[in-house]
C-alpha cells in the first residue's frame, strides 16, 4: 500500500492523470465529491487531497509515502524529505516585483510583502540587504499600490496580474516548478515501488 | 492416602528441571501429556515469541492458529506474568540470536543499557548545562545555532546542553591505545524550527574515543545495528562515507567548502536534478560529471551498491574509504545483518568534523530517522589531537510512535463501599495482581478509564469490559 498527497487544484489533477497512466487508478477521483481520501484496494494505492502548502508536511510526517508539490512551498518549508524529481511542470520564478515607477531607498530597510517569508528572508540575507517583512496571505499585488510595501516577492506565472495592477518583475529569485518528494523511512522501506514510480514519471514526463 | 497438591507440583517442577536435552522433554511430554495439550502449548509459545518480536495481533492470528481469547492471556501473561514470558522465554530467544521487543520505553532503555554495558562501555552522567563557549565553538557540529542560555550567579553565560556528544569529548584522556568508552540516556535542548519551540529530547547513546582503526568502527556499527533490534524487526542502517564522497566531490572540482556544501545538501535530498544545476554551475561536464550523478543510481542491497561503488573509487582517499566500508559490510554479514545495512549517499553529517563512516537508522513505521552517528575524528582532534572517535545517538521520543497502546488502562476495576472492610479489600487486590493481572482500587468508576472488567469487593461476579 502506498500513500499519496496530492495538492487540491490544477497541478493535484495533471499528477493524478499522470498516476493513472501509470496504473494506479482510482476512480473515484473522476467524480465531483467532496471526499478528501481515496483508495483503491486493489491497486495498493491511496491518495489524500490536501491544500498545497500543506503536502509537505503530510509526507514529512510520515502520513503520506510520497507526495507531489510546488518547489515554492518546498523551498518556503525546509520541509526534511527526499526531492526525487523535477516533473518539469507547473512552471513559473520566484520573483520580486515592484512598481513600474518604483525606485528604491538603500538607506532604509526595504518593505518585502510576501506569501514566502522564509524564501524572502534567506534571499535578501544572501544580498546583506536589511529588510522588514510583511506576511500577508493573498492579493500580494495590492500592497505596492497602497503603499504598503515597497516590493513584493511572489511567484510569477504569466506576469499578466503584475502588468495589469502596474507592475513589474524586478529580480528572478529561482526558477519553480512541481517536485515528487518522499518520506525518509517510507522510502527505506518501500524503495522498489517508490522508485518505480519514480522512474515511470521520468519516462512520461520525458525528462 | 489423601492427594497433596502442593507437593505433587513440586514433584512436576523438579521432574522438568532435571530433563536435559529436547528429546527428553520430548518423551517426556509425550507420555505427560495428550496430542491436542502438547499443540496447545507449542502454539502458545509461538505466539509469546511474535508478540514478544513485536508482531501485531492479527499477524499472530493470521501466521498462528490461535484464537483471540488465547493470544490476550498470553500477551496478559507477558505484561504482567510471572517473567515466564518476559524473562526467561525472551533470555531464551536473545541467546539463540532472536530479536526480542521492548515493550515499553523503560524496556528498551534497559534493553540498550544491557547491551552497551554488556561490551564494556561504562555509563557517564553530566550536568543539565554547561558553559555557552563549547557551543559557540563548535556550531556547525551541532543541528541549530538556537541555544537555550542564561547567566550564572558569576556572570558566566550558561547554555542547557543542546548535545551531548561535546560533553563527554572535552575532557577526554583518551589515545589512540588507549580508549575510553561511554553509553549515556540524557536530556538534551533544541529548538525545533517547525513548531518555532524548544523542545527537551530524550536520548541514549555511546561514544568510543581514542581508537580510528577499522575495528573500533565495525563494533560500534554492530552495536547501532543490535539497538535498532531491540525495538523492532523490521529496521534498516543506512551507512555512507563522508571521505568517498566528499573525496569524489574534490577529484569532479569541487575545490572549495562552498561548492562542496552545495552539492552535498542536493546528495542529502537525493536530488539529481539540482545536484545537476549546481554541477553546471559549476562547470563540472563530461566523465566527471557522469561519475557524480551515479551516485544517484545507486539502489537495492548492500551488495549491488557496494560493487557498483567500487567506480567511486578515484584516488588514495576514496579507495581507503571503500575498502573500509567493503570491511564493514562483510562485518554485519557474517554476524547475520546482511539484510540489514544499505549503502545510502544520502547520509550525511557536516563536512568540517565527520569525516569517516557516518549512518542513520530507520525503523518501519517512524517516520524520522531514530538512530544516527558517525566518525567525527575531524572533531574529536580539537580537543585531543591525534585520535579518533565515533559514536551515535537514540532517539527515544521518536520511538513512541511505534509503541502499541495497550487495549486497557487497567485490567481489573476493584470497587469498595464506605463500609468495606480495608483488610479485605486489599486482600482481593493482591489476589488479582497473583493472577497476573493489574488492578485499580476506587469508590466509584474513574471518568475516561477503560478496563476490562469490573469488579465489587462485597458483590460475587463480575461485569463486562468498557
Same mark, same amino acid.
Given at each position: 500500500m502506498i500513500n499519496i498527497a496530492l495538492p487540491k487544484g490544477r497541478l493535484g489533477d495533471k499528477v493524478y492523470d499522470l498516476m493513472e497512466t501509470l496504473g494506479y487508478e482510482c476512480p473515484e477521483m473522476r467524480e465531483d465529491s467532496r471526499k478528501l481520501i481515496f483508495e483503491n484496494e486493489e491497486r495498493g494505492v491511496k491518495y489524500f487531497l490536501v491544500k498545497p502548502s500543506d503536502v509537505a508536511i503530510y509526507v514529512e510526517y510520515g502520513a503520506a509515502d510520497i507526495g507531489v508539490v510546488g518547489k515554492d512551498v518546498l523551498l518556503e518549508s525546509d520541509a526534511s524529505v527526499y526531492e526525487l524529481l523535477d516533473l518539469g511542470f507547473g512552471k513559473c520564478n520566484m520573483a520580486v516585483a515592484a512598481k513600474t515607477d518604483f525606485r528604491e531607498d538603500v538607506t532604509r530597510p526595504l518593505r518585502v510583502a510576501t506569501k514566502f517569508p522564509n524564501i524572502a528572508r534567506s534571499y535578501y540575507e544572501s544580498k546583506n540587504r536589511e529588510i522588514e517583512i510583511i506576511k500577508l496571505y493573498g492579493s500580494i499585488e495590492l500592497a505596492p499600490i497602497v503603499g504598503l510595501s515597497d516590493v513584493i516577492v511572489d511567484i510569477v506565472e504569466t506576469g499578466k496580474t503584475l502588468r495589469e495592477n502596474g507592475l513589474e518583475v524586478r529580480e528572478t529569485i529561482v526558477p519553480i516548478s512541481a517536485r515528487l518528494i518522499a518520506n525518509k523511512s517510507s522510502f527505506m522501506f518501500k524503495e522498489d515501488e517508490i522508485l518505480r514510480i519514480k522512474d515511470r514519471m521520468r519516462e512520461v514526463v520525458g525528462i | 492416602m489423601s492427594f497433596d497438591k502442593i507437593r505433587s507440583e513440586e514433584e512436576l517442577y523438579s521432574v522438568l528441571a532435571s530433563l536435559a536435552s529436547p528429546e527428553d522433554v520430548k518423551a517426556f511430554l509425550t507420555d505427560l501429556c495428550t496430542y491436542n495439550e502438547i499443540e496447545y502449548m507449542a502454539q502458545r509459545v509461538e505466539s509469546a515469541r511474535l508478540l514478544m518480536q513485536g508482531a501485531t495481533y492479527q499477524k499472530v492470528i493470521s501466521e498462528v492458529n490461535v484464537s483471540t481469547a488465547t493470544l490476550s492471556r498470553v500477551s496478559k501473561a507477558i505484561k504482567h #506474568? +510471572? #517473567? #515466564? *514470558? &518476559? !524473562?526467561i522465554f525472551s533470555e531464551y530467544l536473545k541467546k539463540n540470536g532472536a530479536a526480542v521487543v521492548g515493550e515499553t520505553e523503560e524496556d528498551i532503555i534497559y534493553s540498550l543499557r544491557s547491551l552497551y554495558e554488556s561490551c564494556g562501555y561504562s555509563a557517564f552522567k553530566m550536568r543539565k548545562f554547561e558553559e555557552y563557549s563549547l557551543y559557540m565553538e563548535n556550531r556547525n557540529f551541532l543541528s541549530s545555532d538556537n541555544i537555550l542560555t542564561f547567566r550564572d550567579n558569576r556572570g558566566r553565560l550558561l547554555a542547557? !546542553?543542546? %548535545?551531548v556528544t561535546l560533553s563527554i569529548i572535552k575532557n577526554t584522556k583518551a589515545t589512540a591505545e588507549r580508549s575510553e568508552k561511554y553509553y549515556y540516556h540524557e536530556s538534551v535542548y533544541r529548538y525545533e524550527r517547525r513548531s518555532g519551540e524548544y523542545r527537551e529530547i530524550n536520548q541514549m547513546g555511546l561514544e568510543s574515543i581514542g581508537a580510528s582503526d577499522v575495528y573500533s568502527t565495525a563494533e560500534v556499527i554492530r552495536l547501532a545495528l543490535e539497538s535498532l533490534r531491540t525495538v523492532s524487526p523490521e529496521y534498516t542502517l543506512c551507512l555512507s562515507h563522508m571521505a568517498l564522497v566528499g573525496g569524489l566531490l574534490e577529484y569532479a572540482g569541487a575545490d572549495t567548502f562552498d561548492k562542496k556544501r552545495e552539492l552535498f545538501s542536493s546528495i542529502k535530498r537525493k536530488n539529481e536534478h539540482d545536484f545537476e544545476l549546481s554541477a553546471e554551475k559549476y562547470g563540472i561536464s563530461g566523465e566527471k560529471r557522469r561519475l557524480l550523478l551515479s551516485i544517484f543510481d545507486m539502489r537495492g542491497s548492500f551488495d549491488e551498491c557496494i560493487s557498483g561503488a567500487e567506480r567511486l573509487v578515484v584516488d588514495e582517499g576514496t579507495k581507503k574509504a571503500y575498502e573500509e566500508m567493503l570491511t564493514i559490510g562483510k562485518a554485519a554479514d557474517a554476524a547475520g545483518f546482511r539484510d540489514k545495512i544499505r549503502l545510502d549517499? +544520502? @547520509?550525511?553529517? /557536516?563536512i568540517d568534523y565527520y569525516n569517516g563512516v557516518v549512518f542513520r537508522g530507520f525503523i518501519s513505521? @517512524?517516520? &524520522? +530517522?531514530v538512530l544516527s552517528g558517525g566518525r567525527y575524528d575531524g572533531l574529536v582532534s580539537k580537543f585531543a589531537p591525534g585520535i579518533g572517535a565515533i559514536g551515535f545517538a537514540v532517539y527515544l521520543d521518536d520511538l513512541a510512535y511505534f509503541r502499541r497502546p495497550s487495549e *486497557? /488502562?487497567? %485490567?481489573v476495576l476493584l470497587l469498595y463501599r464506605e463500609d468495606s472492610d480495608p483488610a479485605e479489600v486489599l486482600r482481593r487486590a493482591d489476589e488479582i495482581r497473583k493472577g497476573g493481572e493489574s488492578v485499580r482500587v476506587e469508590r466509584g468508576i474513574p471518568e475516561g478509564l477503560t478496563y476490562r472488567r469490573l469488579e465489587n469487593v462485597d458483590a460475587t461476579g463480575t461485569d463486562d469490559a468498557r
Amino acid at each position: 500500500m502506498i500513500n499519496i498527497a496530492l495538492p487540491k487544484g490544477r497541478l493535484g489533477d495533471k499528477v493524478y492523470d499522470l498516476m493513472e497512466t501509470l496504473g494506479y487508478e482510482c476512480p473515484e477521483m473522476r467524480e465531483d465529491s467532496r471526499k478528501l481520501i481515496f483508495e483503491n484496494e486493489e491497486r495498493g494505492v491511496k491518495y489524500f487531497l490536501v491544500k498545497p502548502s500543506d503536502v509537505a508536511i503530510y509526507v514529512e510526517y510520515g502520513a503520506a509515502d510520497i507526495g507531489v508539490v510546488g518547489k515554492d512551498v518546498l523551498l518556503e518549508s525546509d520541509a526534511s524529505v527526499y526531492e526525487l524529481l523535477d516533473l518539469g511542470f507547473g512552471k513559473c520564478n520566484m520573483a520580486v516585483a515592484a512598481k513600474t515607477d518604483f525606485r528604491e531607498d538603500v538607506t532604509r530597510p526595504l518593505r518585502v510583502a510576501t506569501k514566502f517569508p522564509n524564501i524572502a528572508r534567506s534571499y535578501y540575507e544572501s544580498k546583506n540587504r536589511e529588510i522588514e517583512i510583511i506576511k500577508l496571505y493573498g492579493s500580494i499585488e495590492l500592497a505596492p499600490i497602497v503603499g504598503l510595501s515597497d516590493v513584493i516577492v511572489d511567484i510569477v506565472e504569466t506576469g499578466k496580474t503584475l502588468r495589469e495592477n502596474g507592475l513589474e518583475v524586478r529580480e528572478t529569485i529561482v526558477p519553480i516548478s512541481a517536485r515528487l518528494i518522499a518520506n525518509k523511512s517510507s522510502f527505506m522501506f518501500k524503495e522498489d515501488e517508490i522508485l518505480r514510480i519514480k522512474d515511470r514519471m521520468r519516462e512520461v514526463v520525458g525528462i | 492416602m489423601s492427594f497433596d497438591k502442593i507437593r505433587s507440583e513440586e514433584e512436576l517442577y523438579s521432574v522438568l528441571a532435571s530433563l536435559a536435552s529436547p528429546e527428553d522433554v520430548k518423551a517426556f511430554l509425550t507420555d505427560l501429556c495428550t496430542y491436542n495439550e502438547i499443540e496447545y502449548m507449542a502454539q502458545r509459545v509461538e505466539s509469546a515469541r511474535l508478540l514478544m518480536q513485536g508482531a501485531t495481533y492479527q499477524k499472530v492470528i493470521s501466521e498462528v492458529n490461535v484464537s483471540t481469547a488465547t493470544l490476550s492471556r498470553v500477551s496478559k501473561a507477558i505484561k504482567h #506474568g +510471572s #517473567g #515466564g *514470558y &518476559r !524473562k526467561i522465554f525472551s533470555e531464551y530467544l536473545k541467546k539463540n540470536g532472536a530479536a526480542v521487543v521492548g515493550e515499553t520505553e523503560e524496556d528498551i532503555i534497559y534493553s540498550l543499557r544491557s547491551l552497551y554495558e554488556s561490551c564494556g562501555y561504562s555509563a557517564f552522567k553530566m550536568r543539565k548545562f554547561e558553559e555557552y563557549s563549547l557551543y559557540m565553538e563548535n556550531r556547525n557540529f551541532l543541528s541549530s545555532d538556537n541555544i537555550l542560555t542564561f547567566r550564572d550567579n558569576r556572570g558566566r553565560l550558561l547554555a542547557l !546542553k543542546p %548535545d551531548v556528544t561535546l560533553s563527554i569529548i572535552k575532557n577526554t584522556k583518551a589515545t589512540a591505545e588507549r580508549s575510553e568508552k561511554y553509553y549515556y540516556h540524557e536530556s538534551v535542548y533544541r529548538y525545533e524550527r517547525r513548531s518555532g519551540e524548544y523542545r527537551e529530547i530524550n536520548q541514549m547513546g555511546l561514544e568510543s574515543i581514542g581508537a580510528s582503526d577499522v575495528y573500533s568502527t565495525a563494533e560500534v556499527i554492530r552495536l547501532a545495528l543490535e539497538s535498532l533490534r531491540t525495538v523492532s524487526p523490521e529496521y534498516t542502517l543506512c551507512l555512507s562515507h563522508m571521505a568517498l564522497v566528499g573525496g569524489l566531490l574534490e577529484y569532479a572540482g569541487a575545490d572549495t567548502f562552498d561548492k562542496k556544501r552545495e552539492l552535498f545538501s542536493s546528495i542529502k535530498r537525493k536530488n539529481e536534478h539540482d545536484f545537476e544545476l549546481s554541477a553546471e554551475k559549476y562547470g563540472i561536464s563530461g566523465e566527471k560529471r557522469r561519475l557524480l550523478l551515479s551516485i544517484f543510481d545507486m539502489r537495492g542491497s548492500f551488495d549491488e551498491c557496494i560493487s557498483g561503488a567500487e567506480r567511486l573509487v578515484v584516488d588514495e582517499g576514496t579507495k581507503k574509504a571503500y575498502e573500509e566500508m567493503l570491511t564493514i559490510g562483510k562485518a554485519a554479514d557474517a554476524a547475520g545483518f546482511r539484510d540489514k545495512i544499505r549503502l545510502d549517499f +544520502s @547520509v550525511a553529517n /557536516d563536512i568540517d568534523y565527520y569525516n569517516g563512516v557516518v549512518f542513520r537508522g530507520f525503523i518501519s513505521g @517512524v517516520p &524520522r +530517522s531514530v538512530l544516527s552517528g558517525g566518525r567525527y575524528d575531524g572533531l574529536v582532534s580539537k580537543f585531543a589531537p591525534g585520535i579518533g572517535a565515533i559514536g551515535f545517538a537514540v532517539y527515544l521520543d521518536d520511538l513512541a510512535y511505534f509503541r502499541r497502546p495497550s487495549e *486497557y /488502562d487497567v %485490567d481489573v476495576l476493584l470497587l469498595y463501599r464506605e463500609d468495606s472492610d480495608p483488610a479485605e479489600v486489599l486482600r482481593r487486590a493482591d489476589e488479582i495482581r497473583k493472577g497476573g493481572e493489574s488492578v485499580r482500587v476506587e469508590r466509584g468508576i474513574p471518568e475516561g478509564l477503560t478496563y476490562r472488567r469490573l469488579e465489587n469487593v462485597d458483590a460475587t461476579g463480575t461485569d463486562d469490559a468498557r
